[in-house]
């Protein structure tokens, strides 16, 4: 009942906050909030055929857009992007580890080119941590597979290894918290403050109004911005922000799809502070240390023997949210050496 109530009221709080704001800005300047741009052609950052090839693949009764690229003989990498990414996020990834693994770069449930049933109650964590379990099982049926998950990616990641571990050979996380932790420690007031869009965005219509108006202002801001995008820039031109662009404005409803996993994250959260096994497979755990949506007081609490049994935990100063989009070079480092161990 106490997590109902918090969660309501900062939902109320945040929702009526961003209403004044969104009035101000209208009256402000209406021609800017409501500027879009249609966008029918692909930029050619897309359809660069060095990422890897385009491939679909039907799991847990989805439909799934892929890139994948190695050989297929080779022991399974799959990519797990996050919020509000696709498959791209892992471009750099995708070339770095092609020689070792057959790497596989998944568009979500409900994101870029893959299926979007519609309904908040089909973006439960249960569906699609069973698409990923699914999906390693259709796409690497006799081996065990490398998981690497980021943002949300993360968070079915830590999920699909707690309940099939025997899958999965190591685990890579990338600035996500694990469920237990995330679950706790969501209710000290920084970490509330941090995810104040989570409760706004548990209100239908507005977050999907507030993320396309102004062309994708506030994608842009997401990823470019001065407090939560890229340090490092030119890892994130305007080709590759028009790419994002693009993929979200594919299709009239395309953006709920993506806000459902947020809109779904409180539900069985109590249930997720309990007591479970410990993770037993090696860990990585990387974090970019300005995040500006995730506490780094919750990362070297994963280093309790309780949460992962065998963790290394790889700290990014001065790196966003977006680790592996920000700093390719030391995520893919760090990756490498984990691999290798």
């Known amino acids: ?6 969660v309501l009221f900062f939902q109320v709080l945040w929702t009526f906050t961003t209403l004044v704001k969104l009035c101000l800005a209208i009256l402000c300047a209406p021609g800017k909030v409501f500027k879009k741009k249609e966008r029918g052609i692909p930029p050619a950052c897309l359809l660069d055929p060095s990422h890897g090839t385009h491939e679909y693949i039907t799991a847990n009764g989805i439909k799934f857009h892929c890139v994948s690229k190695g050989d297929p003989s080779k022991p399974l990498m799959l990519l797990l992007h996050g919020f509000p990414e696709f498959w ?15 790497v596989v770069a998944i568009d979500m449930r409900g994101y870029g080119e ?16 069973q698409d990923i379990i699914q999906l390693v099982k259709t796409l690497s049926p006799e081996r065990k597979c490398i998981l690497v998950g980021h943002d949300w990616g993360g968070v079915l990641s ?14 890579i996380i990338l600035n996500c918290p694990n469920p237990r932790v995330f ?13 104040w869009y989570m409760f706004m965005f548990r209100t239908p219509y507005l977050p999907e109004f507030l993320i396309s108006m102004g062309d994708f202002g506030m994608l842009k801001a997401m990823y470019r911005g001065r407090k939560g995008g890229l340090r490092n820039r030119d890892n994130f031109s305007e080709e590759i922000l028009e790419a994002f662009k693009y993929t979200f404005s594919q299709g009239k409803n395309c953006l709920t799809p993506p806000i459902n996993y947020i809109r779904n994250i409180f539900n069985g959260l109590s249930r997720r502070r309990g007591p479970s096994k410990p993770i037993d497979i090696p860990v990585l755990l990387i974090w970019g240390d300005d995040d500006a ?6 990362v070297d609490v994963h280093s309790n023997p309780k949460i992962c049994s065998n963790v290394t935990i790889k700290h990014i100063p001065g790196c966003s949210h977006w680790v592996q989009q920000d700093c390719p070079e030391l995520t893919n480092q760090h990756m490498r050496e984990f691999l290798e161990q």
Request: glycine fraction near 2%.
């Open 158 to 171: 830590w999920e699909a290894v707690i309940s099939n571990p025997e899958l999965f050979e190591k685990l």
């Open 183 to 195: 679950a706790r420690h969501i209710r000290t007031w920084k970490q509330l403050m941090m995810s």
């Open 293 to 298: 949506f995730l506490d780094n007081d919750m």
């Open 114 to 129: 893959s299926d979007k049933p519609d309904g908040v109650m089909n973006y439960t964590i249960d569906i699609l941590r």
């Open 88 to 102: 791209f996020s892992w471009r750099y990834q995708l070339k770095e580890f092609c020689n070792e693994y057959r």
């Open 1 to 6: 009942m106490f997590l109902f109530l918090l």
